[in-house]
């Protein structure tokens, strides 16, 4: 089991920016993908952006790609979600996922945080 606690949430305005923070043991870290997921209200979970650790390879989905960065910490042995221009729309629960490399599903993962864009 690889216990992933994610940190950074929070309430802010539209326009505004917010940083999200996940945090895994560093004995896990080299068999890792960490990703981001969000769950809004009453809706299905989605992916935001994955970081495969060891080669430090990102991806993104379409609908955050250039207001979303995903980040490490190497040092720190965190992940990062930098989120800019926020929307209303981007209000979810969201949520630090990792997989053992060349897995296909996601087998770990946090207990959320609150995201809340206001207008």
């Known amino acids: 089991q690889v216990e992933l606690v994610e940190s950074g949430g929070g309430l802010v305005q539209t326009g505004g920016s917010l940083s999200l923070t996940c945090t895994a043991p560093?004995?896990?870290?080299?068999?890792?993908?960490l990703a981001w997921f969000r769950q809004p209200p009453g809706q299905e979970r989605e992916f935001l952006a994955a970081?495969?650790?060891?080669?430090?390879?990102?991806a993104y989905a379409d609908s955050v790609k250039g207001r979303f960065t995903i980040s490490r910490d190497i040092a720190r042995n965190t992940m990062s979600l930098q989120m800019n221009s926020l929307k209303p729309e981007d209000t979810a629960v969201y949520y630090c996922?990792?997989?053992?490399?060349?897995?296909?599903?996601?087998?770990?993962w946090g207990q959320g945080t609150q995201v809340t864009v206001s207008l």
């Open positions: 970081l495969a650790w060891s080669a430090g390879r990102t």
């Open positions: 996922a990792g997989k053992r490399v060349g897995e296909s599903s996601y087998t770990y």
């Open positions: 560093r004995r896990t870290l080299s068999y890792l993908t």
